[in-house]
Structure formats: C-alpha cells, structure tokens
C-alpha cells in the first residue's frame, strides 16, 4: 500500500502502517471538501533562502559564543554553552528537515548542504539519519519497529521526574551526546566527518590560534554533553510519550507555540509535531500556517495541543503522564 502521494508520507506505507495512511487521508478528504486543500498543498514549496538562513543564524551564534570565550575569558563559558547547546539543538531540526529533503529544492543540494553544515560537525550520517527517521514514520507507534519509541507505561507510572531521568542519565544517550552516531557507521560514513573536523581546527587554528581550535572544539562537546543533550531528551519525550500508540492523530502531541521556552526546546518551528506527522513534506518555516488550516479540521483540533511546557491545565510534562489520571479514573470507575 503507498501512502498519500505527493504530499502524504515522504516514503513507501507498508501494510502495518495503514492506520497512519488513513489519518492523512481523512485529512486530505476534509480539506478537499473545505476547499482547503489547495492552500495546504501551497505550504509544500521549498524556499532555499529561508533554510540557508537558518543554517547561517545558528552558525553565527555559535561564532559569537566561542569568540565571547576567546575575548573575555573563560567566566564567559556558562552563557557561551547555553548558547552553543541551543544552537545544537536547532541544527539537529535543521537535519530532521533535511532527512525530508525540505532545506532545498534540489535534493542534491539538500544532501550537500545538510551534510556539509549540519551533520558532520554533529557526529551524524544523514543517510543513517534519513533511514531511521523514516522507520519513525512509517511504523508510529510500534515498540519493535519505531526507532523512536519511548512509550514505557510502567516508567510513566512513575513519574515526569523518572521519565526524564531515564532518557537523559543512560549510558547509550550520554555517549550518544558525546559521540554522535560515531561507532555505529562504517569508515566510509565516518571519514568525511573526521575529514570536516581536521579541516576546521586547523583553519580556526591557522586563522587565529591553535589555543582557539581548541576553545572551540572544548565547548562544542561540553556543550553537546550539557545543554543539547539536556534538552533532546526532554523534547523526545515530548513528542509522543503518554499518549495512545495506534494512530498519529492519537500518539502525537503538539507543542506550545509562544511559551518562552520554545526557542529553547523547539527552535525552528519544530514544536508542530502532530503537524508534520500529518505533513512531512511541509519544512519546518510553514509548519505554523499549516496548523492553522488544519485546526477547521474537527478530528486535528481535538488532538493533543499543549499550551505551556510546566504550568496550566495543558502542559507538556503533565500529558506525558496522563496515563496515571486515566488510570485512577479507571480503577474509580471499576470500584
């Protein structure tokens, strides 16, 4: 069975996955009846200035943090990682969009540009990358073949506090902080990463100091090992955990749009989760006007769309463990 056609699912549906391919066609039948679909199917365009901005932002924070080091001394080390491990953090989006080849028009150059300013100084195969994200996607939901799931029910019982302690403080995530997809490629995936490192220490060094490669090679990995990877695992509990395996529209959570804690979490847009399971071909600059024709959807406005990260009645770290209210509410009911 394949799946939505040009603007469904990037990859081929398989059998076990026709769930996912009946949410997205029920959507597509209801902005068709809208007459909406057309301005959904709009958001689809590829803009390449709009990614290689991104791209160029990013780098430029991370330039200033390092130089900030370099000039005033290592008391400016704390901002500088908060600001590195955020920057981190939005590359990784950016490389999630690449996977969709949704930075440029041109898959070549998509490839080219991810690979180049994204994945290599990250550590990351995107071709490993892509193969994995996609598995995501085509199997949603299912504990053995989704390469993202973290739906641990009896650990959700437990608590937000167990749920995140388990995903950032394990040696597999903590050595995937430090190493990347690093011992799990082979040489020819791992020689151009090694190759992009050499050639930026040694044109940082050869620019400024070799005292300035290794400032920054220093807080690249402090910085991946602390605020990135910190982050990444609240934010890949946040996706799914705590809802209902089965569907997309029931196993995945949107995030909130204005909290100040979204350009932390979720840079680059990246907080529309259910939006892009919906529509994984529209990048990440679209996303929000996407959410907005799909909320005349009844089905996608009654999903789960969280309004603050810690506080209210709609919090992120509070759906991850709604399952403990249905389950009080249950043994209520049954007693």
């Known amino acids: 069975m394949t799946?939505?056609?040009?603007?469904?699912p990037t990859v081929d549906a398989s059998s076990d996955t026709e769930t996912h391919v009946?949410?997205?066609s029920e959507m597509w039948r209801?902005?068709?009846k809208a007459n909406l679909d057309g301005q959904l199917k709009a958001l689809h365009r590829k803009s390449s200035s709009a990614a290689v901005a991104a791209v160029a932002f990013d780098w430029c924070i991370i330039a200033l943090a390092c130089t900030g080091v370099w000039a005033l001394g290592w008391w400016a080390v704390p901002a500088a990682l908060v600001a590195i491990g955020n920057r981190q953090r939005a590359l990784v989006v950016l490389i999630?969009?690449?996977s969709h080849?949704?930075?440029h028009p041109s898959k070549r150059v998509n490839d080219w540009l991810a690979q180049v300013a994204l994945c290599w100084p990250g550590f990351v195969s995107l071709h490993k990358y892509r193969s994995l994200h996609n598995q995501h996607h085509l199997h949603l939901g299912d504990p053995v073949l989704d390469t993202d799931f973290l739906h641990d029910e009896s650990l959700i019982r437990k608590g937000a506090w167990a749920l995140y302690t388990a995903q950032a403080?394990?040696?597999t995530t903590l050595r995937g902080a430090l190493f990347g997809m690093l011992g799990n490629l082979t040489w020819r995936q791992t020689a151009p990463i090694l190759f992009w490192w050499c050639t930026a220490l040694l044109f940082i060094g050869t620019l400024l100091s070799p005292w300035a490669a290794v400032v920054f090679c220093m807080l690249w990995?402090?910085?991946r090992l602390t605020v990135q990877h910190l982050t990444i695992s609240f934010v890949i509990i946040s996706d799914h955990v705590g809802l209902t395996p089965g569907s997309i529209l029931g196993f995945t959570r949107n995030h909130p749009p204005n909290s100040p804690f979204t350009c932390l979490l979720h840079p680059h847009e990246n907080g529309w989760h259910l939006t892009h399971h919906l529509l994984p071909g529209v990048p990440f600059y679209r996303l929000r006007a996407a959410h907005r024709l799909l909320m005349t959807w009844p089905t996608y406005?009654?999903?789960e769309h969280c309004e603050s990260y810690f506080l209210g009645s709609r919090t992120v770290v509070g759906s991850w463990c709604r399952l403990n209210e249905r389950s009080t509410t249950t043994t209520g009911a049954t007693a």
Do not use: K, P, Q, T
């Open 221 to 223: 990995i402090s910085a």
């Open 30 to 32: 209801f902005m068709r």
């Open 3 to 8: 799946g939505a056609g040009e603007y469904g």
């Open 169 to 171: 403080f394990n040696r």
């Open 22 to 24: 009946v949410s997205i």
């Open 101 to 103: 080849y949704l930075l």
């Open 301 to 303: 406005s009654a999903a």
């Open 96 to 98: 999630h969009d690449a």
